[in-house]
């Protein structure tokens, strides 16, 4: 199995930018497709997008289309979430999971700690 560890969380303004980060340790990271979720406080976990096993294929759902970013480097066993002209209701904590599919209905067995991102207005 994998294990995944996510950092670069933090508190930003409104219209700034983060880059969160996804490390991950076990079996060969190219094995796995990467997906980034959030939960707000009280909210339901939401899905944010996916990114397959080499990069070459990414899906990202309409809220975060055009502003955030999931990237990969199989070298590193990390993936990022680029997020830009961040609003006060992307506050969230932020997961990266791990996937034998790819998708946006995959399941995902493997999920990171997850890490805080607030934004200020």
């Known amino acids: 199995q994998v294990q995944l560890v996510e950092s670069g969380g933090g508190l930003v303004q409104a219209g700034g930018s983060l880059r969160l980060s996804c490390v991950a340790s076990g079996r060969p990271f190219g094995d796995y497709a990467l997906g980034w979720f959030r939960q707000a406080p009280g909210k339901e976990r939401e899905f944010l997008g996916t990114?397959?096993?080499?990069?070459?294929?990414?899906y990202y759902v309409d809220s975060v289309k055009g502003r955030f970013t999931i990237s990969r480097d199989n070298t590193k066993n990390t993936a990022y979430l680029q997020m830009d002209s961040l609003k006060p209701e992307d506050t969230a904590v932020y997961f990266c999971?791990?996937?034998?599919?790819?998708?946006?209905?995959?399941?995902?067995?493997?999920w990171g700690q997850g890490t805080q991102v607030t934004v200020s207005s």
């Open positions: 990114i397959s096993w080499t990069g070459r294929r990414t």
């Open positions: 999971a791990a996937t034998a599919d790819y998708g946006p209905s995959a399941h995902y067995p493997y």
